[in-house]
T-cell receptor
Framework: LAKTTQPISMDSYEGQEVNITCSHN???????ITWYQQFPSQGPRFIIQ???TKVTNEVASLFIPADRKSSTLSLPRVSLSDTAVYYC????????????FGTGTRLLVSP | DGGITQSPKYLFRKEGQNVTLSCEQN?????MYWYRQDPGQGLRLIYY???????QKGDIAEGYSVSREKKESFPLTVTSAQKNPTAFYLC?????????????FGPGTRLTVT
């Protein structure tokens, strides 16, 4: 499974766009990139998933360059409620969904 | 509302006792999972089940046991053999799809063993 590296923490202010970059240099051809959000004492929540180029949903955008060795989760106009830990996961389906969580990026949004 | 329920939210046990954590889902998902999370860490997979009456060990199965007698239910037993059982336990479910990595998580059970 590809190892991921992401910043331990980030700070932002309400209304700003936040970009969290994840490095996955040894990503395999079959690997997908997935991002989850977790609030304290709650289960993680799926945000977005992509394989290449750009994916956008109502919550976030995911940018993946052509070499796929990194990815950037973009959160537009964050609010205080976006304060959470964000996990970047990389992996392929091997008969089941194996999600490998690192320690994530702790995002703090201030007023 | 469809979702995953875990009970109880907080659980306290004495060392040497087995304890069973409940997980129920009404999403009609075939696959279910149990994870453990320690403070400041990511989640680690304990067990998973892709179909009723079948389950597989994850990365840290020692000291745990599960059953999957019904599609909706996937209880986890933390046995006295688990050396460090105090943790936050999360149950999840998903469809079986090669191109989807979306798992739906329950609210978790925080287990404290003293």
């Amino acid at each position: 499974l590809a190892k991921t590296t992401q910043p331990i923490s980030m700070d932002s202010y309400e209304g700003q766009e936040v970009n969290i970059t994840c490095s996955h240099n040894n990503i395999a051809t079959n690997d997908y990139i997935t991002w989850y959000q977790q609030f304290p004492s709650q289960g993680p929540r799926f945000i977005i998933q992509g394989y290449k180029t750009k994916v956008t949903n109502e919550v976030a955008s995911l940018f993946i360059p052509a070499d796929r060795k990194s990815s950037t989760l973009s959160l537009p106009r964050v609010s205080l409620s976006d304060t959470a830990v964000y996990y970047c996961l990389v992996g392929a389906y091997t008969g089941f969904q194996k999600l490998v969580f690192g320690t994530g990026t702790r995002l703090l949004v201030s007023p | 509302d469809g979702g995953i329920t875990q009970s109880p939210k907080y659980l306290f046990r004495k060392e040497g006792q087995n304890v069973t954590l409940s997980c129920e889902q009404n999403l009609n998902h075939d696959a279910m999972y149990w994870y453990r999370q320690d403070p400041g860490q990511g989640l680690r997979l304990i067990y998973y089940s892709q179909i009723v009456n079948d389950f597989q060990k994850g990365d840290i199965a020692e000291g745990y046991s599960v059953s999957r007698e019904k599609k909706e239910s996937f209880p986890l037993t933390v046995t006295s053999a688990q050396k460090n059982p105090t943790a936050f336990y999360l149950c999840a479910s998903s469809i079986q799809d090669e191109s989807s990595y979306e798992q739906y998580f329950g609210p978790g059970t925080r287990l404290t063993v003293t």
